[in-house]
Structures are given as structure tokens and as C-alpha cells.
């Protein structure tokens, strides 16, 4: 296994649950729910972590149960805080949506026109000669 979750100690190959860290799990919870600031939650849970910390730990699903872990939230107040933690980003303004990806389309075929200045500056030569590219695109990829 990885991480033990706080909330949790291993006993003899078992994941159990630390019953003062549960009543802080769950005092956790609760305080969100109530209005609190995740550092304010926190506070008041007694738990020393930085602010990332504490919305990891909300978001733990472990804290449901499954077949090492024992149960430490409800269902309902999981759920509950996981919808509280989308609208207040919302409101916030930190969900973003995806950005539509812009199609590429690169040159398929090239041509240069005949070069008839000459210059004593090489940049400003090489910019004369990039000025005689002329490209062609075919966005299905035939010409």
C-alpha cells in the first residue's frame, strides 16, 4: 500500500480507523459544510496541514470505505462536500473550461521567387530571401 490516509494506522496488516483523528475527519466535514474556509474547517477540527492538505483530505473517497478501509464519512456527507467544493470554485471562478483545440495545418509544398537584391547586411539578405517563400496549405493533405 501507498499513503496511509489520515484517519487511519495499520495494526497487524489492517488499516484501523484512529478514533481521534476520525473526530477530527468528521468535524472536518462538517465545518466545511457549515460555511467555513477550508482554513477555518480546519481550525476548528484541530488539524495542522496546509491548505492543499485540507482539500485533499475532503476529497479522500477512502474516508467511504471499501474492502481495507473502514468507513469514517457517510455517503451523503461526502457527496455533499464534494458538491459545496465545485460551487464555491465556481463562484470563485476556478473551474475552467477545456479550450477548443486549434486545428493545425502545416505547409504542404513550398516555392521561392527568383532573388534579385543582394544586400551587405546578412540579416537583413536573410530576411529578403524568407520574404521570396511562398507556401501552399492542403488541409486534407493532397495537392
Known sequence: MGHT??????ESGKAVIDNEATDQIRTLFNSYLSGDSLDTAAKKAGIKSFHAGI???LQTARYLGDEYYPAIIEPDTYMAVQAERI?????LGR????????KVVFPSSFRMN???Q???????QAEYAYSLIESEVQEDGCQ
Do not use: C
Open 5 to 10: 490516509p489520515f484517519g487511519y494506522r495499520i
Open 55 to 57: 482539500g485533499r483530505i
Open 87 to 91: 460551487k464555491r470554485a465556481e463562484k
Open 95 to 102: 473551474i475552467r473550461e477545456p479550450k477548443e483545440e486549434k
Open 114 to 116: 527568383e532573388g534579385t
Open 118 to 124: 543582394q544586400y551587405d547586411d546578412p540579416f537583413q
